[in-house]
DNA sequence: AATCTATCTGAAAACGTTTTCTCCGCGAGC
DNA sequence: GCTCGCGGAGAAAACGTTTTCAGATAGATT
């Protein structure tokens, strides 16, 4: 259906004071008219004659009328809210995930809904939940520990899209959008190998989970495309600084010609805790030992030394979230309705989309910054 | 009224997949009750049979029912939801915030709708709309940049109780949380004292904004109430990385003589530039000079020197926003009816609640890290 | 045996919107 | 002179809950 006319927005200046709890009648009322004529107004998608126009705007302005958004998604079913369920918002690759996220929801007309997991299985199904009964549109789930049996019994629970957001969730009948660590990997090893590194340790995230393993893989393939056939000396631990503490105390012991030059860090946190310790004993960054780190959050160029990172896409990864989310939206409002009445008893198991929306996946990058220099001179020396 | 029996939970493992937008209606029907039977099993506020709660609770799980929290907020007039309206989710102070706020929200039974404005005072008034057309049961504003006078006339168009957090509105008709920057300042001075400096300079924050002045005067005040007689140096520009550059310029700059041998910065970010700047220009930290930064978020520490700060207290500020604004939601409550039908046209200046609600200020306290020692051998020297 | 409670149940109203349906008036086309 | 279509308005039905109100059943008390 057209709209006849501009629906009346609601500017900042214009509200005046008034009694709360100011409903569509009362502004009938005040404009002398009938509450679908002020429905009219609002939602622009009937004509309206130009003066019960102006009575019905002047009527909301005075009143500081503000429309009842549960009323309204109760009738026409949707929210224009949408679920983002992040495991740690307090994680600076979270915190401006969600900023660029709501920047562009919010350009879209949506707002946000924040549920933090907190790394918790528990947690993050039973937003899920909480989601489904807040009718939001859409959901993005950066999925902590969740299997993707839950997920898909709880997804057809719901009515919103879904979307599986950075971590996979192999299993899930949805969609995913990431990023890729294979490029941003490649060109880390190109541009050690071209500052003279021929060792090359990595500390990796936990093994068993699968956006750590992706992202050893790449790492380890970057390193056999490069042609590089020795194995890589590894550390693993969880993505934190203690890890890196821990893999710096290692790399110490090694007698320096075992020792790697340097280091590719899957994680941001696991860098600071690395060259932290490598400080600790002695070793500086990067003359001795060159780290690279991951995510590419605002601190690490606040670091000292600057941290060179596999940069993961956060502006690009958020704006596609958003944008990937009202497109599985459509299509699922184009979509036929449900198939009638299921057999009693029948646990449907109805994909979301008939026609399945295809994963997503952006390149990770390098950026270049001070932790990563020459080999030593030793190491260029036996290189000669 | 009294509860029944406890409400059905909806807990992970027990629910089973089935068709989306199933309404208490078909759980009624499958359960072969009525319709208030199966709410008063939802809400637990009647008392059901043990027969009808056993059918109906078995019905829920099979269907895979999940209330309407539109259609139930809509009628009890409440949502368990609270707006946030921050100016920067990506600034890690907001970060962490929201995350102990989101958590205790939580806790409470309540969702966060999250809003980033961007430090725009158009979006802040923006979303102040937004939260009430969503009937948002609460909100938690830090304020980039509305008036008092916006911030009333939105306020009386709301039902929601709203709380000024951590930057204070003067004129704002509602109550205010936020730290007191004077005990951690007057600490860092202490400190800074004890360890011999005397020429202790500041980098504050812009002038004229509430916050910025509040911290500013604090820490003059401490200066003098330690005894300190001399004007200090100071530097100003806004809470960046950039504004802590120039400072170190600046400060680089100075005859050593009569060079400050400690600086506070108001802000993290301030300390960070001041520090890489002065390394710049060949000054340690805190061999040459001492710096005392401010928030304490996760950075504080990883960076490198870690930095002394006066901390926000962040866990007790985020726990004791949620729990004033649930207190003053139940004061709310208990609040006579509003006073009936208003003069028409009169603009109604209610206040929110009859027994207004009194600020509430958390002290700062000072964290000694590495970027503060004792004050260089000469200025020592000196005296001695 | 009749009444009185206490406990439980169902029908129906309400919450504040949007939208369908009906109706009205009016100018255009036959 | 009718019908047709169309711009415009209102009444009323829906959306999915909770809650009030009125009954029904059963056990206890007289």
Tied chains: 1, 2.
């Excluded at 008034?18 to 009648?25: E, F, H």
């Amino acid at each position: 259906m057209r709209r006849h006319r501009r629906p009346v927005s609601f500017r900042a200046g214009k509200l005046v004071a008034a009694m709360s709890r100011v409903t569509v009648k009362d502004v009938a009322e005040k404009a002398g008219v009938s509450i679908s004529t002020v429905s009219r107004v609002l939602t622009g998608n009937a004509p309206v004659s130009r003066e019960l126009h102006r009575r019905v705007v002047e009527a909301i302005e005075e009143l500081g009328y503000r429309p009842n958004a549960l009323a309204r998604g109760l009738r026409i079913r949707r929210t224009a809210v949408l679920g983002l369920i992040v495991p740690d918002i307090a994680n600076p690759f979270f915190s401006q995930l969600a900023r660029v996220i709501e920047q562009h929801a919010h350009l879209h007309g949506y707002s946000i809904l924040l549920c933090n997991s907190e790394n918790s299985r528990e947690r993050e199904l039973q937003y899920f939940s909480l989601l489904t009964s807040q009718r939001v549109d859409g959901m993005m789930v950066i999925s902590s520990a969740a299997t993707h049996e839950q997920l898909n019994r709880f997804q057809s629970n719901t009515d919103a899209v879904v979307l599986a957001l950075d971590r996979r969730i192999p299993g899930f009948r949805g969609p995913w959008l990431g990023a890729d660590p294979y490029p941003g990997a490649y060109e880390a090893v190109g541009h050690l190998l071209a500052l003279g590194h021929r060792r090359i340790g990595i500390v990796r995230g936990l093994e068993g989970t699968i956006s750590s393993d992706e992202r050893f893989e790449a790492i380890v393939r970057a390193y056999q495309d490069h042609g590089l056939s020795e194995d890589p000396w590894v550390f693993g631990g969880p993505y934190s600084v203690e890890t890196g503490v821990q893999a710096g105390n290692a790399l110490a012991q090694l007698p320096v010609e075992k020792r790697p030059t340097a280091v590719i860090a899957a994680s941001e946190f696991s860098a600071y805790g690395l060259i932290q310790s490598l400080h600790s004993h002695g070793l500086a960054v990067p003359e001795d030992i060159s780290v690279v780190g991951y995510d590419n959050t605002a601190f690490a160029e606040l670091f000292r030394p600057a941290l060179t990172v596999i940069a993961q896409p956060i502006e690009r990864m958020g704006e596609r979230a958003v944008e990937k989310v009202l497109q599985m939206m459509e299509a699922a409002a184009d979509e036929p309705p449900p198939p009638v009445a299921p057999l009693p008893g029948t646990v449907r198991q109805r994909p979301r989309l008939a026609v399945p929306v295809p994963d997503e996946t952006l390149p990770t990058t390098l950026v270049v910054r001070q932790s990563t220099g020459p080999a030593p001179a030793s190491a260029a020396l036996r290189l000669a």
